[in-house]
């Protein structure tokens, strides 16, 4: 018997790579996310002062470019004093890595349920399919914060908990996947001469699931940093020794009047980066299943 080969996901992936950058929309956004992992990585080299480093005399100055800024504080100074540019940039390191790590947790265990929920269906894909229908029955942010609450914050329980109230997507897309490919020849053949389940599931199926995992993934990654940002805006997230965004959103609404840019430029920078990863994964989307989105 001659066994028919799963279709290669290498050369796929690369074509959906060539296909994104030639959207300049998309090849912008990505070129935003590049800086701001490179201004994450190497922090501690670019940051122009200790991000926790107070000085009240300086308190509330203004960006340099503005009558009373100082050239060497170039987005101001917070209520203590601290570098505001030097903040943000470190404040990039924790929500790039929560979101990240948000999003490869809930991928792994998503992808594992869809799966196994796919391929074996059964008693147990109709169990797994109701966890993520009643998961999906509670709001993700207030279920989020429920959890926080009761296990405490920490940089990361807010990864754990992110991570696992976000696999129910990810989960239900390989299912779909799965159901589709399942009944190919490659599956089947492989099944005739005694592959077990578990390699074929590994070898055969993950591979060709990869692209509808990164493109979720991709959004997830900015749905985690927001909600990050919401819970440590809300002082139920990172440690507020730790420079986030969100906790830098939380000082500055008490100055919006007096001292805004100290609330609006994390708030940029929050913004850009969730736009750019989302239009980043809307292309990713469109490149991978053009037609399901086409109006």
């Not at 990039?92 to 799966?115: D, M, P």
């Not at 391929?119 to 709001?139: E, H, I, S, T, Y």
């Not at 696992?164 to 599956?187: I, P, Q």
């Amino acid at each position: 018997m001659t066994m028919t080969l799963a279709p290669r996901a290498g050369g796929a992936r690369t074509g959906m790579l060539r296909a994104v950058l030639r959207n300049r929309l998309a090849a912008g956004a990505l070129l935003v996310l590049l800086l701001m992992v490179l201004a994450a990585v190497l922090a501690p080299l670019i940051a122009p002062h200790d991000p926790n480093a107070q000085d009240l005399l300086a308190r509330l100055r203004p960006p340099a470019w503005h009558a009373e800024g100082d050239a060497s504080y170039l987005l101001g100074t917070d209520q203590l004093g601290r570098d505001l540019l030097s903040r943000m940039i470190y404040g990039a390191r924790v929500s790039l890595l929560v979101g990240a790590a948000a999003a490869l947790l809930a991928g792994t265990l998503g992808a594992i349920i869809g799966l196994v929920s796919g391929f074996l269906g059964g008693w147990l894909d109709r169990v797994l399919m109701r966890l993520a229908d009643v998961q999906l029955a509670f709001p993700s942010i207030l279920l989020a914060l429920a959890i926080v609450g009761f296990v405490g914050s920490g940089l990361w329980t807010v990864v754990l908990v992110l991570g696992f109230t976000g696999w129910v997507a990810y989960a239900r897309v390989v299912r779909s996947e799965v159901l589709s490919l399942r009944s190919r020849e490659f599956v089947t053949e492989a099944r005739a001469i005694g592959v077990r389940d578990r390699t074929i599931m590994r070898r055969h199926l993950l591979p060709n699931v990869l692209a509808p995992l990164a493109t979720i993934a991709t959004l997830h990654v900015a749905a985690a940093i927001v909600a990050e940002a919401s819970l440590s805006f809300l002082g139920l997230g990172v440690p507020t020794d730790i420079v986030t965004w969100g906790g830098m959103l939380s000082d500055g609404q008490l100055y919006l009047g007096t001292a805004w840019w100290i609330a609006v430029f994390p708030g940029l920078a929050l913004m850009l980066t969730s736009l750019s990863i989302n239009v980043t994964g809307d292309a990713l989307r469109d490149v991978a299943d053009p037609k399901a989105y086409r109006r």
